[in-house]
């Protein structure tokens, strides 16, 4: 069955009372995932950590728990997620630990080689510019810092015939790989995405 139109326009830029309660839903539904992106970046201690498409705020908590002596940003284009992010992150943002930015992902208010990981997890299709977007995440990573990308791809028949193709759009995954190697990044892909989302793990190379 296909998600309605209007919840999906919500995922992508969440807005007033229908906004809050898809944050919460999602939640719920992506938890699993982003343990498992943070499970492959192998999260350390004093790790810079930037989070794209941080949403609800949910996987900021944990972040956080994971590199005590680091840093997290979140960065979402929804005014009412960072809200909400920041409402559920205000301890760690009061402490210095986390910090929630409003901000598209094609040109993020951080500067170069500042990351040691980052996370992207199913908002990818929502990308204007996935080339430019890439290389922008690649910009603001340390030399050797790791992007874990989880997203459906288009192998996965029963994401597109479930999500309104006006609002998500399911890229190949030799396309994404392909963008990544121009973005200055060597890429490991850990699942191709056909039963599951794919998980891309990419380094950045050193100069």
């Known amino acids: 069955m296909r998600r309605p139109y209007f919840i999906a326009?919500?995922?992508?830029?969440?807005?007033?009372?229908?906004?809050?309660l898809i944050a919460f839903i999602m939640a719920r539904e992506t938890w699993r995932q982003n343990l498992r992106v943070m499970d492959a970046l192998r999260i350390e201690q004093d790790d810079h950590i930037l989070?794209?498409?941080c949403g609800?705020?949910?996987?900021?908590?944990?972040?956080?728990?994971?590199?005590?002596?680091?840093?997290?940003?979140?960065?979402d284009p929804s005014e009412l997620m960072v809200e909400i992010a920041t409402q559920r992150s205000r301890s760690l943002i009061?402490?210095?630990?986390?910090?929630?930015?409003?901000s598209g992902v094609e040109s993020l208010p951080?500067?170069?080689?500042?990351?040691?990981?980052?996370?992207?997890?199913?908002?990818?299709?929502?990308?204007?510019?996935?080339?430019?977007?890439?290389?922008?995440?690649?910009?603001?990573l340390k030399p050797g810092g790791c992007l874990g990308l989880l997203f459906r791809t288009n192998a996965d028949l029963k994401a597109i015939t479930s999500f309104p193709p006006e609002i998500y759009r399911f890229p190949a995954l030799d396309d994404v790989v392909a963008a990544l190697e121009r973005a200055g990044m060597d890429v490991h892909i850990s699942d191709d995405g056909a039963n599951e989302p794919a998980?891309?793990?990419?380094?950045?190379?050193s100069v």
């Open 9 to 20: 326009v919500h995922a992508r830029n969440a807005r007033g009372l229908l906004g809050r």
């Open 110 to 140: 951080l500067p170069d080689d500042f990351f040691d990981k980052a996370q992207c997890v199913h908002v990818l299709y929502f990308w204007k510019d996935i080339e430019r977007s890439l290389r922008e995440i690649a910009r603001v």
């Open 94 to 102: 009061e402490a210095a630990r986390v910090d929630v930015v409003l």
């Open 199 to 205: 998980l891309v793990l990419a380094t950045k190379r």
């Open 56 to 75: 609800h705020g949910r996987s900021l908590t944990e972040l956080a728990a994971r590199a005590p002596r680091g840093r997290v940003i979140g960065v």
């Open 51 to 53: 989070d794209v498409g």
